[in-house]
C-alpha cells in the first residue's frame, strides 16, 4: 500500500466521521457521536501513518534528498487537516462535546477532499531555497496555529447559531429542542473559542518567526513586507485584538464569535487567498 | 490655569494608555496592511499610470501608497502603537509590582467572605497545630506559607506563581526590543547586492535600492561556482560558490556558500541568490594540419581572430551548448591567405575525429570549453538582528507564561473561638478561574479528610 491509497482511507474515515456528526445532531443517540468519534480518531491515526509513509516515500523516490512531507501546496492541506483533527481530538479530550465535531470534521474533509482532488501528489525535488529545517519548523507552528483558529472559528459559528434562540428561550438552555440543545451551552463555546485562540496564537507567533529566522537565513532580510509575510501578520493583529479586547474590555460571547470567524477569515486568506489572488514569494513550489 | 493645564496632560495620557486605543490601532495596522498587499509596491511609475491612469497614480503618491511600509502614516502608526505600549506599561506596572513587594499577608474580611473558592471550618484543636498541617498540605499547591498574626488571629498566605504576572509584560517590552532591533538595522546596517565573475574579485557591493556603491573594508574573491541539478531534471539542486575573503591580500577565511548557508565576516553577510552566464566562453581548439599532421592545441574566444601556418586564421563564430542532441558545439569560419572567408561549419565537442571528413587544410576538435558564470551574492549587514531575535524569544517566553500559567493565592485565617479554632480559607487565581475552581474542590476534600475529620461545618 502507498500513501496515496492511505490517504483516500483517511477521506473515507473523515467522511464517516462527519456523516455520523451530523447523524448524531439528528438522532441525539450517543452510540452514534461515538461512531463519529471513533472514526475521526481512526482517521487520525491513518492520516499519521499516511503522512510518514509518504516521507519515507520520498527518500525512496529522490535518495539521500527525500525530506519531510511539508513542502507544497498538497503537502500543506494534508498536514493542515491532520492538524484540524489532532486539535479537535485533544479539544474533546477535555469538553466532551461531539455535536462540535459537526462543526470542525467538515474543515477537515473538505482540505482533504480538495487536496486530492485537485493538487498535485507528485514527490518533487526541492529548489535550494526550500532545502531548510526552518522550513519544517515553519510550516508545522503555522499550521497548527491555523486548525487551532479553525476550531475557533467552527465553535463560533456554533455559538452565534444557538445564542439569538437561547436568550429568546424561556426555561433552561440545557433543554432546548432540536438540535440547539446538543449544542454545548453558549458559556463552553465560548471559553472553547477563547482557548483555542489561546493555543493557535502563540503558534502563529512562532510561525511567523520561524518563517523571519528562514528568510533571514536565505536572503540576508527577515522580514520583506511581501503579501505573504504582511497577510501572516495581519492575522496576528487580528488575533491579538480579540486577545486584549478579552482581557481588559470583557469582549466575550458575540462580539468575540464575530471576530473569531473574522479572524479565520483572514487566515485562509493568508493562506490561500495570497497564492490564487495576489503574488509574492511563497509560491509553493511546483504546484 | 495650571489646573486646567494637568487635567489635559491628564487627558492625554488617559488616552494614551487606552485600551481601547490599543485595540483600535492593531485593527486599524490590519486593515491599512492590506493596501500594500494589492498595491504593488515601489515599481516603476509607468507601470501604476498604466494600470490605474495617471490621476490615480498622482493619488497614490500623496498618500504614499506606493511604498506604504515606508510612508509617514504607517509609520506614525507604528509610533503610535509603541508610544500606547509603553504608557500601558508604565501605568500598570507599579500594580503589578505590589504584588512582589506587599504581598498581602493579611486577609481583608472581603477576601474571606466574598472569595468565589474559600471554605470554613471549626475544629478542636489549636491554631498553631492547624497550621502546620495546612502548611503541609498546601505546600504543593501554594508554597511556602508565611504565618501573621494580628489581633490575636493567625493568618497565613501562600503564593505561586506571581511571575505570569511579568508575561504580559515581557511580552510588551518584547515588541519593543523587536522594533528597536529593526530601527537599528535599518539606520546603522543595508541591503545589497554584487555580481562576482568565477575568479575575480571584488570589495564593493550595491545597495539595493538606490544602487549606490558600499565599501566592505576588505575584499571578496569568487573562485568556483557550480549549479548541481537533480538526476535526469533541469531542476537545480543547489548552487554554490567558493569564496574567499582577502584582508591586504591575505586570505582571511573561505567558504562554500550555498542557498540557505552564507558566509558571515565583521558583520556582513553574503547570501548566495543566483548565478548567470558572464559573457565570452573560453574554448580549447585541437587544430591539425592535415597535409603534415601537424597538432596544435590553441586557446580561443569567440570572434577572436586566431592565426594558423600558412597564412590562415580562423574564428569561432557561434557556440551552443546543445546542438540538436549533440551537445555542444561550435561554428568555425576559416579565413584563406588571400583574405576570403570561408562558409561557416560545425564541430562537435561529442565528436573529435568528424571534422577530417570535411577535407580541408586543416580539421578541428573542441576539447574543451569553460563557460564563465558570475555569481549573484544578496549582501546584507544588520547589526540590529541579534537584538530582533531576542525580542522574538522573549515574545514567545512572555506569552507562554501570560496564557498559560496563573499568580494563585491562598489565605487563611485561624481564629482562636472558645476550646475550638475557626478556618476560615479563601483562594484565588488571576486567569483561567474556572480551572482554578475545579482544583480548589479537589483542594477542598483533601482539606475535608486532614483538617477535619468530621464533616465540615459549611460548604463555601
Ligand atoms: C500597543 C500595544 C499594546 C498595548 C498598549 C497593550 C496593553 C496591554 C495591557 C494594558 C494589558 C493588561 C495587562 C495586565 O492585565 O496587567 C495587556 C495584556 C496582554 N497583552 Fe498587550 N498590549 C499591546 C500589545 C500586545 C501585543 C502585540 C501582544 C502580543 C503578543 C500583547 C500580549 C499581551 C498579553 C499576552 C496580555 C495578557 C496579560 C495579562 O492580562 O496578564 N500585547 N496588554
Redesign the interface.
Known sequence: MDSGTLFNLVTIAYFISMVAFFAYLAARSKSVSMVATLSAFVGLVLHTTALGMRWYESYQILGADGRAPLTNLYESVVFFTWSIVLIYLLMDLKYKQPSIGAFVMPFALFGQIGAQMWLNAGIDPLVPALQSNWLTYHVITCFLGYAAFAMACGVSIMYLIKIGKEEKFEGDPSEMPGVLGLFPPTRVMDDINYRAIMIGFPMLTLGIITGAAWANYAWGTYWSWDPKETWSLIVWFIYAAFIHARFTRGWVGRRAAWLSIIGFAATLFCYLGVNLVLSGLHSYGGS | MSEKNTSFTDQIWDFFCS??L??II??L??IT??I???LQ?NAPAAEYIQEYGQANYDLFVKLQFIDM?HSWWFIGLLGLFSVNLICCSIKNFPRVWKFVKEPQLVASPGILKNSANRAEYSVKEDAAQISRRLGDLLKKDFGKLTETEVDGKLYLFGQKGIYSRFGAYMTHLSILIVMAG?IIGNIFGY?AYVNVVEGTSTSQVWSRNGQVPIDLGFTVRCDNFDVSY?PN?R?????NSDLVVLENGQEVLRKRI?????LTYKGI?F???SYGSAGNPFFKVRVTENATGKVMDLNARQREQIKLPGGYSFLISNFTQNDRQFGPAMQLQINTPDGKRGRPFAVWKKFPEFDIKRGGTFSFALIDYEEPQFTGL???K?PG?EI??LG?FL??FG??TA??FSHKRIWVCLETEGNKTKVQIAANAHRNQ?GFSLAFDDLKQKLDATIENKSPVKEG
Open positions: 485600551l481601547k490599543t485595540i492593531m485593527l495596522l490590519a496592511s492590506i500594500g498587499t494589492v509596491q511600509y529593526a541591503k537533480y531534471s531542476r537545480p539542486k543547489d548552487y550555498e542557498v540557505n548557508d552564507p553577510t547570501y548566495q541568490s544578496q549582501v546584507a544588520d538582528v530582533v531575535w522574538c515574545m514567545v506569552s507562554l496564557f498559560f474556572p
